[in-house]
Each structure stands twice: as structure tokens, then as C-alpha cells.
């Protein structure tokens, strides 16, 4: 047989690497996988390390509403309008379609909120600046709704299809508001004003909160704190799973509620501490189903 002409490789000694980075696990910079690890490291590696889809009633109902309403805003900036039903159709049948494996029984309730929604809505097009763009100047994901500048004002709209609105206290502490506007500070410095308003489609309500920068220096040492839990639990191949308010639309497979055992009537330290765990999942379980069952029977009667 021929003999290939390639010269024989030179073997070289190669210098010692410092660290081996691929060891390292790659921490993805998005607000809601930074949450998701601050509250519980199990949900976290399954959504964001083995890719398991998030496939709640709440989440998919989130991802269609801004699919539709994403469609539609750049439908309006594009033909010059504040608002109008025709584009509102063609947006809402694109925005279901877009959305992969979309549960059927689902398209109604969101086909309601998003006509509530947009009949109502009315988009400011002398001041608007973008929509669901990722921002450029930070390694931090950040996808805002809808941004508008008004004067020395940058305000950014976030669309909830939430049962329940927020207090002003809940929406300054919210990982999201302070994410959100930290980025946007970063994306589009020299404001002097910087606004979150969330939009409460389902309930027809606004809040809005303003922030100056000596309110989020914090922000960044949580996150760092975050990323180091992260990067323990790489080193030790532990997650553990930890009762939260997660819990309420969380539907992956648990260690810490599933699989529940007879509780003895005497406990153990350790069986206390997992018994307590298993309580506040449920009281998180049970005050969503309440919610939830409340809303349906004003609507349908008595069950």
C-alpha cells in the first residue's frame, strides 16, 4: 500500500495548563437559571445542565402569551401603529404556531389573555425602543419585553399572565426587577431615571418601581454567591432539591416531595428536617391549587 506523503508529526512538550476549564461547568448567564439555582440546585440542573423541558401550565402559558405579544409589537412598530385588531390575529396565529409541542388545551386560555391584552394595549411609538433584543454591552441574558425612553426616562414593560399581582416591596426584591434593570443601565447608561413596570395582563393592573444605582451594588455579590453554589455542587455532583416557593409550578420529579413515606409519630433530627421540607412544598402546592380552583369556579360555578 501507498504511504502517505503527510510529514510525521514532531511530538512537542506542551507547558503544564493552569486549570482545566473544561472541568468547569458553563454557567449560563440568564436571570431565570441564576433563580432557579438561588432557590433550588436540583431544579437548576435539570432545566439548564441535562436540558430537561419545562413543560408546566405556567411556563407554557408565559412562552405563548410573549410569542404572540412579541409578534405583534413588531407588527405595529413596523406599520407605524399604536394598535389594530387585524395585525392582533395575524401575531396571535403565529405566536401558538411558533411554540413547539403547545398543549391544546391551553390555546384558549391563552388566545383570552391575549386579546384582553391587546385590546387594551396601545404602543407609544415615539418612544419606543426595543423589544425582546439581547443586550450587547454584558454576559448577562437579558430580554426585556418592551423598553421605552421618554425625556430622561427609561422605562421597561414586562408582561405577567399571573393570578396575583406583586406588592411594591415584592417587585424591589424580585431577582427579575433588579436583573432587568441593572442591565438596562449597563445597555443604555447617562438616565436619569430608570422604571420596571409590571404589567399584570390577566388582572388589567400596572406596578411600577424605580431604582438608582447604589440600590443594586448587592445584586452582583448574590449572583457571584449563586455562581459559587453552582460550582460546589459541580465538584461534588450533588443537587440537592430544596422546598421552596418554586414548588407551586415546579412539575420535574423530586427527591424532596416525591415518593413520600408514612411520617412516624416519633421523629429523628433527620427525619424532622425532611419532614419540614416536605411541608413547605405542599403548603406551596396547596395554596396554588386553591388559587387556581378559585379562579376556575368564578368562571364555571361551584365543584
Known amino acids: 500500500p501507498l504511504r502517505s506523503h503527510r510529514q510525521p508529526r514532531i511530538q512537542r512538550h506542551r507547558r503544564p ?17 441564576i433563580e432557579a439555582a438561588g432557590e433550588c440546585l436540583f431544579r437548576y440542573h435539570k432545566l439548564y445542565h441535562e436540558h430537561v423541558p419545562e413543560q408546566s401550565d405556567p411556563a407554557l402559558r408565559g412562552i405563548a402569551f410573549h410569542a404572540c405579544a412579541h ?7 413596523e406599520k407605524n401603529l ?33 386579546y384582553l391584552w391587546a385590546f387594551h394595549f396601545l404602543l407609544d411609538l415615539m418612544s419606543y425602543v426595543t423589544s425582546e433584543e439581547h443586550a450587547e454591552r454584558s454576559e448577562q441574558t437579558f430580554t426585556p419585553d418592551l423598553v421605552y425612553a421618554r425625556g430622561n426616562t427609561l422605562e421597561i414593560v414586562d408582561f405577567k399572565t399571573f393570578w396575583v399581582t406583586l406588592t411594591e416591596h415584592q417587585a424591589r426584591q424580585d431577582w427579575q426587577t433588579r436583573w432587568y434593570i441593572r442591565n438596562a443601565m449597563q445597555e443604555w447608561p447617562r438616565f436619569q431615571r430608570y422604571v420596571f413596570t ?12 424605580e431604582f438608582q444605582p447604589h440600590e443594586l451594588d448587592a445584586l452582583q455579590r448574590e449572583i457571584d454567591a449563586v455562581k459559587g453554589r453552582i460550582l460546589e455542587s459541580h465538584k461534588s455532583g450533588e443537587w440537592p432539591a430544596t422546598p421552596g416557593p418554586a414548588c407551586s409550578y415546579c412539575v420535574l420529579r423530586c427527591p424532596a416531595v416525591d415518593n413520600l413515606a408514612i411520617v412516624p409519630k416519633r421523629l429523628t433530627p433527620a427525619i424532622a428536617h425532611d419532614v419540614a ?18 379562579a376556575y369556579c368564578a368562571e364555571n360555578g361551584p365543584i
Not at 95 to 110: K, N, Q, W
Not at 278 to 293: P, Y
Open 17 to 33: 495548563e493552569r486549570c482545566c476549564l473544561t472541568d468547569l461547568p458553563v454557567i449560563q448567564m440568564r436571570r431565570s437559571a
Open 71 to 77: 409578534r405583534y409589537i413588531l407588527r405595529l412598530v
Open 82 to 114: 399604536p394598535n389594530d385588531s387585524e395585525e392582533a390575529k395575524l401575531a396571535f396565529a403565529e405566536g401558538i404556531a411558533s411554540v413547539t409541542d403547545f398543549p391544546a388545551r391551553l390555546i384558549m386560555e391563552v388566545r383570552t389573555l391575549f
Open 198 to 209: 409590571y404589567h399584570f395582563v390577566r388582572l388589567g393592573s400596572t406596578l411600577s418601581v
Open 277 to 294: 421540607e416536605k411541608l413547605i412544598a405542599a403548603d406551596q402546592l396547596v395554596k396554588l391549587a386553591k388559587k387556581s380552583l378559585k
